[in-house]
Nanobody, 119 residues
Framework: QVQIVESGGGLVQPGGSLRLSCTAS????????MSWYRQAPGKERELVAG????????EYADFVKGRFIISRDYAKNTLWLQMESLKSEDTAVYYC????????????WGQGTQVTVSS
């Protein structure tokens, strides 16, 4: 049974940092396309960062390039998102997304973790 749990969100000042984690169970991380999405009030869910394939190549949304880093730890079956230089526009619920490589149109989601950037 696929289970995804995000953590690490919270309230942070503009310019601050947070590290989000996504702990996966019920599947092997390396067999899934893993990514981070976010959804702000009134907006559609959007891709933040993700691994393109099993080689470790990554992609980032333009609005986070140079500020966020996605990483993974196969031994811990965990996905991470290091967030630096946070802006108020980054305020959103952040979701971990997993797509089985045999069925990439299927999305598994965690419950999300709230990130609020405010002074």
């Amino acid at each position: 049974q696929v289970q995804i749990v995000e953590s690490g969100g919270g309230l942070v000042q503009p310019g601050g940092s947070l590290r989000l984690s996504c702990t996966a169970s019920g599947f092997t991380l390396m067999d899934y396309a893993m990514s981070w999405y976010r959804q702000a009030p009134g907006k559609e869910r959007e891709l933040v960062a993700g691994f393109i394939d099993r080689s470790g190549r990554t992609e980032y949304a333009d609005f986070v390039k140079g500020r966020f880093i996605i990483s993974r730890d196969y031994a811990k079956n965990t996905l991470w998102l290091q967030m630096e230089s946070l802006k108020s526009e980054d305020t959103a619920v952040y979701y971990c997304n997993a797509r089985p490589m045999y069925e990439l149109m299927r999305h598994y989601w965690g419950q999300g973790t709230q990130v609020t950037v405010s002074s």
